[in-house]
């Protein structure tokens, strides 16, 4: 039997993000008590903090961009 992949909605990879972007947790802590591997976090990290500089990814990894801001952003936006 073959392990099912886990999808995430994009709201709650920008939650997961903005633990470590805005509220200053570690990629270890923010990671296990979501239940997402630190790897996974790391990329969604990287890629909201492209997207608050006005970034948009590459088609195919486009995840957070239309999703409405929930977290504060260290800069007041």
């Known amino acids: 039997m073959s392990k099912q992949r886990r999808t995430f909605s994009p709201e709650f990879?920008?939650?997961a993000a903005?633990?470590?972007l805005?509220?200053?947790y570690s990629h270890t802590e923010a990671s296990r008590p979501v239940g997402i591997g630190e790897s996974v976090l790391?990329?969604?990290v990287q890629q909201l903090q492209l997207e608050?500089?006005?970034i948009t990814p590459?088609?195919?990894l486009y995840l957070?961009?239309?999703v409405q801001p929930e977290c504060n952003h260290q800069d007041g936006q």
Request: charged content about 30%; proline content about 5%.
């Open 22 to 24: 805005d509220q200053g």
């Open 18 to 20: 903005c633990l470590v």
């Open 64 to 66: 957070l961009h239309t």
């Open 42 to 44: 790391r990329r969604w």
């Open 13 to 15: 990879k920008q939650r």
């Open 58 to 60: 590459h088609p195919v």
């Open 52 to 54: 608050r500089q006005g």
